[in-house]
């Protein structure tokens, strides 16, 4: 007997390490979606920076959360020996690769806003230390309880603020340090002539469409994994995500009429706003969800580029900063169960708790790139932004006849 549960107990936590593994592979993949989603964004003389920039920020995240950030959310670090962190199959090495990958995605939100105009050396550096600090500070408070904010939330509203999968602990919060950044950065030149818009029209829709494509199916790792052992694997999660996803396409695709770049935009939109009460909310409430985030895409989309001059390239603001803050107040709407979610919200907490995030992100983002701009500055000189960021900075172009 005492063998038989050995065996099980063994087969539970390699199960547990196998399906958090495919989780972390899948996010992993969604890189490839930022990629793409920018380089079929940006003017062609920037795509291989775009390519650059994610893969960079994606290792510097690595080592950034490793050795520090990991430890902030979580008080775990992997000093120690081997035969140590082995024990259970290695579950928690595992789960550190899988949270990192959400860590690596703010930086990658972050670069669709400020493409085509921000220095490479700089932004990695900014990469650094919002990884290593600023969102772990966020994410122990939200994930791990650090802080004692959730016990607050709970005693006083009868709920702890709850995200299961990072509508606002991710999303929201690169969204609002994208915005700073941006801010900071000014527009483009040649953006904005005599108080007009003059159009960039996107370099490549079809690499757009397949960025889009790439995030939409490894975001069925990011929330469905989101579960982190198999036993809490839910197929209301993954049919929400479904529904939130179509919601955002339906209505990017009318209220955008038919223009592409929205369409392929506007799932994701859903996706974002999903991500929190994605385990809560019945299946009819994670559509209304993705219809809101789809429409308020676009509609703030158009009036930042236009009347605004806000020049955020991919809309990393509407799109992560405001969709996830929207899917923050939208779990403690359609997770009640008076519309059919499963309960166990409050939509007081999940208001502060939203609002707290957007706070901190946004004067994080202040803090980390003024500082930054102050020091060394963050932005192209004309001459470079001219010729491109690939020939300014990788002396090679996306395409070379010779």
């Not at 035969?83 to 959400?102: D, I, R």
């Not at 005693?155 to 999303?171: E, I």
């Not at 904005?192 to 960025?211: D, T």
């Not at 509407?318 to 939509?347: E, K």
Request: glycine content about 14%; aromatic content about 12%.
């Amino acid at each position: 007997m005492e063998n038989l549960n050995s065996a099980v107990e063994t087969l539970i936590h390699g199960s547990n390490t196998l399906f958090i593994l495919l989780g972390a592979v899948m996010v992993l993949a969604m890189h490839a979606g930022f990629a793409f989603l920018e380089v079929g964004t940006v003017r062609l003389k920037n795509q291989v920076n775009a390519l650059s920039k994610i893969l960079s920020d994606f290792a510097v995240s690595c080592l950034a959360y490793f050795f520090i950030g990991y430890w902030i959310a979580y008080g775990v670090d992997f000093l120690k020996p081997a035969s140590e962190l082995s024990a259970e199959n290695g579950y928690a090495l595992v789960k550190f690769f899988f949270l990192l990958t959400f860590a690596a995605a703010i930086p990658a939100i972050i670069s669709g806003g400020i493409a085509e105009r921000a220095r490479f050396a700089p932004q990695l550096c900014a990469t650094a230390l919002i990884v290593a600090f600023v969102y772990p500070f966020f994410e122990g408070m939200a994930w791990n309880g650090n802080h004692g904010l959730q016990a607050w939330l709970a005693l006083k509203f009868g709920a702890p603020f709850h995200d299961f999968a990072g509508s606002v602990v991710v999303h929201a919060f690169g969204g609002w340090l994208a915005l700073a950044a941006v801010l900071l950065l000014g527009p483009r030149n040649g953006r904005y002539r005599e108080g007009r818009l003059v159009a960039f029209a996107p370099s490549n829709i079809p690499f757009l469409a397949l960025g889009a494509w790439i995030l939409v199916v490894g975001w069925f790792g990011f929330n469905v994994m989101s579960a982190q052992t198999l036993d809490h694997a839910s197929g209301l999660v993954a049919v929400n995500s479904l529904l939130a996803m179509v919601g955002g396409t339906i209505a990017s695709l009318l209220v955008g009429r038919n223009d592409p770049g929205f369409l392929h935009n506007g799932p994701l939109a859903g996706l974002v706003a999903v991500c929190a009460g994605s385990d809560l909310m019945h299946p009819v409430g994670a559509l209304a969800t993705g219809l809101v985030a789809g429409a308020l895409f676009v509609w703030v989309f158009t009036a930042a580029q236009t009347r605004w001059k806000l020049d955020d390239v991919l809309g990393v603001w509407p799109l992560h900063g405001l969709c996830g803050a929207w899917g923050g107040i939208a779990c403690g709407i359609f997770g009640q169960q008076a519309l059919g979610g499963l309960g166990g919200v409050s939509l007081a907490s999940q208001a502060l708790g939203t609002v707290l995030g957007v706070v901190i992100a946004f004067a994080g983002g202040l803090l980390v790139y003024g500082g930054i701009k102050a020091v060394v500055g963050i932005r192209l000189s004309q001459e470079e932004e001219y010729y491109g960021a690939d020939l300014s900075i990788h002396k090679i172009g996306a395409i070379n006849h010779d």
